[in-house]
């Protein structure tokens, strides 16, 4: 296969003042034989209105909306699109992330008949100023699992091409239930698999850093993004080989990311603290931490008490 067709994924909402810039991308690529499918999540501006123009001018986009029927989210949209696409090699992208010149030709030059999946960098940048942030972190220690577990690498869903092969042998993929960690969670249920992967230790795409972005909403109490994340967390020690869920990085990294949830609920009072509690003491139980797992409850009692005598006192 000399020139395979690649598929260009794309679920958005409510991204028109920022998604022309993103498939103008698209079409300045050196690799032209791709098409790219965009799922539109019922958008409520005019998203239509702005794609209108590239659907006329390039018959390789093309533009679906999600069926009611089906789950609102990128998630679903990103299966749906998978559906529709018929590319030999996909590349899941977002709609306000900006593709290199050179980003699809140069991980399809590094696979070879062994490689299922080629991941690159990506540049994160400050949306307002336009300047370059930082790069992620892709290079293993060694253990590529575990590291991307607990966040030693780092790897964003626009920056791996798949092939499409090694796709359609897997019962699912992105999981329609999970709103935050989404691509994370994607990604490890992948690697978790028996599969090659070749990292490219270069930048192919623009991460874009703005107010609206889930990375940034993160930094705030947001108790429904906190929830997916627990989920996600406990969905994959369920996944992951027992000599992992035995590993006190995983295992450390896992129960201060529960303990920073049930405090941030218990000091703003949310009705879904105790919901937090039992998920942390669970964990606390199965890795047989009982001395932390009393600690918990002590200090969950105290700050609840305390946070009603401040807040009758006001």
Same mark, same amino acid.
């Given at each position: 296969?000399?020139?395979?067709?690649?598929?260009?994924?794309?679920?958005?909402?409510?991204?028109?003042?920022?998604?022309?810039?993103?498939?103008?991308?698209?079409?300045?690529?050196?690799?032209?034989?791709?098409?790219?499918?965009?799922?539109?999540?019922?958008?409520?501006?005019?998203?239509?209105?702005?794609?209108?123009?590239?659907?006329?001018?390039?018959?390789?986009?093309?533009?679906?909306?999600?069926?009611?029927?089906?789950?609102?989210?990128?998630?679903?949209?990103?299966?749906?699109?998978?559906?529709?696409?018929?590319?030999?090699? !996909?590349?899941?992208?977002? #709609?306000?992330?900006? @593709? /290199? +010149? %050179?980003?699809?030709?140069?991980?399809?030059?590094?696979?070879? =008949?062994?490689?299922?999946?080629?991941?690159?960098?990506?540049? !994160?940048?400050?949306?307002? #100023?336009?300047?370059? @942030? /930082? +790069? %992620?972190?892709?290079?293993?220690?060694?253990?590529?699992?575990? =590291?991307?577990?607990?966040?030693?690498?780092?790897?964003?869903?626009?920056?791996?091409?798949?092939?499409?092969?090694? @796709?359609?042998?897997?019962?699912?993929?992105?999981?329609?239930?999970?709103?935050?960690?989404?691509?994370?969670?994607?990604?490890?249920?992948?690697?978790?698999?028996?599969?090659?992967?070749?990292?490219?230790?270069?930048?192919?795409?623009?991460?874009?850093?703005?107010?609206?972005?889930?990375?940034?909403?993160?930094?705030?109490?947001?108790?429904?993004?906190?929830?997916?994340?627990?989920?996600?967390?406990?969905?994959?020690?369920?996944?992951?080989?027992?000599?992992?869920?035995?590993?006190?990085?995983?295992?450390?990294?896992?129960?201060?990311?529960?303990?920073?949830?049930?405090?941030?609920?218990?000091?703003?009072?949310?009705?879904?603290?105790?919901?937090?509690?039992?998920?942390?003491?669970?964990?606390?139980?199965?890795?047989?931490?009982?001395?932390?797992?009393?600690?918990?409850?002590?200090?969950?009692?105290?700050?609840?008490?305390?946070?009603?005598?401040?807040?009758?006192?006001?």
């Amino acid at each position: 296969m000399t020139n395979p067709l690649v598929s260009i994924i794309i679920p958005t909402y409510n991204r028109a003042h920022l998604i022309s810039e993103t498939l103008n991308s698209i079409i300045a690529q050196t690799y032209q034989n791709w098409e790219c499918i965009i799922v539109d999540d019922s958008s409520s501006d005019n998203t239509k209105e702005v794609l209108q123009k590239f659907l006329e001018s390039d018959n390789r986009f093309r533009y679906y909306v999600r069926p009611q029927d089906k789950t609102k989210g990128p998630n679903s949209c990103r299966n749906y699109g998978f559906e529709k696409s018929k590319g030999a090699f !996909i590349n899941w992208f977002d #709609s306000d992330d900006i @593709l /290199f +010149e %050179n980003a699809v030709d140069l991980r399809l030059k590094n696979f070879n =008949d062994g490689v299922d999946c080629v991941i690159a960098k990506c540049e !994160i940048f400050d949306s307002l #100023s336009g300047l370059k @942030l /930082f +790069e %992620n972190t892709i290079l293993s220690s060694g253990n590529v699992l575990k =590291d991307y577990f607990i966040g030693n690498i780092t790897f964003y869903v626009s920056g791996p091409i798949w092939r499409r092969s090694f @796709l359609e042998k897997q019962k699912e993929l992105f999981d329609e239930r999970i709103r935050y960690l989404d691509d994370w969670d994607f990604n490890l249920r992948m690697i978790s698999q028996n599969i090659n992967i070749k990292f490219l230790d270069l930048p192919v795409f623009g991460y874009r850093f703005h107010s609206h972005s889930l990375s940034k909403q993160i930094e705030h109490f947001n108790i429904e993004e906190f929830k997916s994340e627990c989920l996600a967390r406990n969905k994959q020690l369920k996944l992951l080989s027992k000599s992992l869920t035995r590993n006190v990085q995983v295992r450390n990294f896992v129960l201060e990311r529960h303990k920073v949830f049930l405090k941030e609920a218990t000091v703003k009072e949310d009705k879904n603290r105790l919901w937090f509690l039992i998920k942390l003491i669970s964990l606390q139980f199965r890795f047989k931490k009982f001395k932390d797992l009393f600690n918990t409850l002590v200090n969950y009692i105290f700050r609840k008490h305390l946070v009603k005598i401040i807040t009758d006192g006001n």
